[in-house]
């Protein structure tokens, strides 16, 4: 399981976000760039379709390969109250083979993606894991060192932290109470649940801008 939280920024306040990260985290920050090929299966494997990402991690020195199933969230008037999303999720590494094993299998490739941004991967209450990234799109399959940006001057940021059964609700808090450090930058939702950006973003990156982000708090 994992829980998860998404917002957006604008490109001219990333700089400001990427201070205050540091400042929170006390760690470096990791480079993403990661391709990333929607699979969707064909009618020769059920009446049921199911769709698998496939992850190419571009930021190593040698791509390597996730394979990642997003299930269902979970439901009831528990998970209704809370500000975060808890869905069950699948990922094991795979060989540079990947893409043509799914390929025999039956799978289509619905549609392709590069992320370009940065990460922080730090523990406080939870392990949690911020990504910013650009969303961009190819030009022709798999031209990667062609892509452009789908939505320029807006990136994604993205929260997310491993949970479990028993333990999902001290992570929903944990995840919910570092939010709270990022407000003056960003609305923070459940995925498809966007609030926009904030409007006095602004003046919140000018201050930390000029504070330098603090210390590790």
Not at 151 to 170: H, K, S
Request: with cysteine; glycine share 8%; proline share 5%.
């Amino acid at each position: 399981m994992e829980c998860v939280v998404q917002g957006i920024i604008e490109t001219q306040h990333v700089e400001a976000l990427e201070v205050l990260l540091q400042g929170l985290s006390g760690v470096p920050k990791e480079r993403v760039r990661v391709h990333e090929l929607c699979l969707k299966s064909g009618p020769n494997l059920g009446v049921v379709p199911s769709e698998v990402r496939l992850l190419c991690d571009l930021a190593q020195p040698t791509p390597s390969w996730t394979i990642r199933h997003v299930g269902g969230a979970m439901r009831g008037a528990g998970a209704e109250q809370i500000s975060v999303l808890v869905r069950t999720i699948v990922e094991s590494k795979a060989s540079k083979n990947v893409l043509h094993y799914f390929y025999t299998l039956g799978y289509k490739l619905d549609h392709e993606l590069l992320k370009i941004g940065f990460a922080f991967r730090f523990h406080r209450g939870a392990q949690i894991t911020v990504t910013v990234t650009s969303t961009n799109k190819m030009p022709r399959l798999h031209a990667t060192d062609e892509a452009v940006p789908v939505t320029p001057g807006i990136q994604l940021v993205e929260i997310t932290a491993p949970a479990a059964a028993d333990n999902y609700n001290d992570v929903v808090s944990a995840v919910s109470a570092f939010c709270e450090y990022l407000a003056p930058l960003l609305h923070l939702s459940k995925p498809g649940h966007s609030t926009g950006i904030v409007a006095t973003a602004g003046a919140a990156a000018a201050s930390l801008m000029s504070s330098g982000g603090g210390k590790t708090l």
